[in-house]
């Protein structure tokens, strides 16, 4: 049998109760050589005994799995100790709670395999929230897709390992919305990525109710404003000046949600984006865009097409 072409890198903190579901799809994939490489994040609930004992009795010729563990605590830590042992081609990150149809891979390594120039096969997704319902999240290769809907998240696309090493890999700082920034550097490379886009779903993710918090975003002000402020660095760095307003709206958004949350941080963080903008017309739009998402509309996004 030939070497792989993929390499599946799961990072895994404390998923012993659900961890082999993910695994378990995984292994069901009808395509074959897969290379499957598991990161254990200092998990403190057995997790990592769990996933051992599962590798054990799953691995064979076609299937390689390698368990590594991390000690710098993080999902970016984990996932770039994965890519570092990468030996293969193609790299697809996914996530230990979430699970992938048994013709995913087979469908992304075809699509490669028809468009041997493209860099990244990205794909929509089912998303299941706790409450029992369901949202398709769909990918779209644009900054402006990206900036407002993240839609080069972990689970929505494969790349090129060469592609990931020269974005810069994962930046270990970020410890919220790491995948969002580093979907900005991929798509502001010198090079510019080939994308094609999949057809179908393949992947469903899954909110954990131990994710959800009533203040999911005023709790870590610093995690998100620090995400945004570096994919404004790398916008800039590469002169996209029409996605850099894009990214202030976000700060307006994100501000909006501190309001809904009742936290100081909405006037501190607004006022910093109302500072800066100059153009009467531009800051009018952000006052509008913050009234009307405070007050829990959605899809401001759309008028910044129009209005930035």
């Given at each position: 049998m030939q070497p792989p072409a993929i390499t599946i890198v799961i990072p895994v903190y404390n998923r012993?109760?659900?961890v082999t579901r993910t695994l378990d799809s995984v292994y069901g994939q009808t395509f074959r050589p897969i290379s499957l490489i598991v990161v254990d994040n200092n998990s403190t609930d057995g997790s990592l005994e769990v996933i051992t004992q599962w590798a054990d009795t799953h691995r064979h010729e076609g299937f390689d799995?390698?368990?590594l563990q991390e000690s710098a605590p993080g999902a970016p830590a984990a996932r770039n100790r994965g890519l570092d042992a990468v030996t293969t081609p193609y790299t697809m990150f996914f996530d230990s709670d979430d699970t992938m149809g048994p013709s995913h891979v087979e469908k992304v390594m075809e699509a490669f395999a028809r468009h041997p120039d493209a860099d990244i096969a990205g794909?929509?997704?089912?998303?299941?929230?706790?409450n029992g319902a369901t949202r398709?999240?769909?990918?779209?290769?644009?900054?402006?897709?990206?900036?407002?809907?993240?839609?080069?998240?972990?689970q929505r696309y494969t790349a090129r390992t060469d592609l990931f090493l020269a974005a810069g890999r994962w930046d270990e700082e970020?410890?919220?919305?790491?995948d969002y920034e580093l979907g900005m550097r991929l798509l502001?490379?010198?090079?510019k990525p080939c994308i094609i886009k999949?057809?179908?779903?393949?992947?469903d993710t899954y909110q954990q109710t131990e994710s959800i918090t009533g203040t999911d975003f005023s709790s870590r002000p610093e995690v998100w404003e620090k995400a945004l402020d570096r994919c404004g660095e790398t916008l800039a760095a590469t002169g996209h000046w029409r996605e850099l307003r894009y990214i202030e709206l976000r700060r307006v958004i994100l501000a909006a949600h501190y309001r809904r949350e009742n936290s100081p941080h909405a006037k501190r963080l607004l006022g910093e984006v109302m500072s800066r903008e100059k153009n009467p017309w531009r800051?009018?739009?952000y006052q509008m865009a913050y009234r009307y998402t405070a007050a829990g509309g959605r899809g401001i996004s759309i008028a910044a097409k129009f209005l930035l």
């Open positions: 012993a109760h659900i799995i390698t368990i794909y929509d997704i089912r998303h299941h929230f706790a398709i999240l769909t990918f779209n290769k644009s900054l402006y897709s990206n900036i407002f809907h993240a839609s080069l998240a972990t970020m410890k919220g919305w790491d502001t490379l010198r090079r999949l057809k179908g779903i393949t992947v800051r009018m739009f």
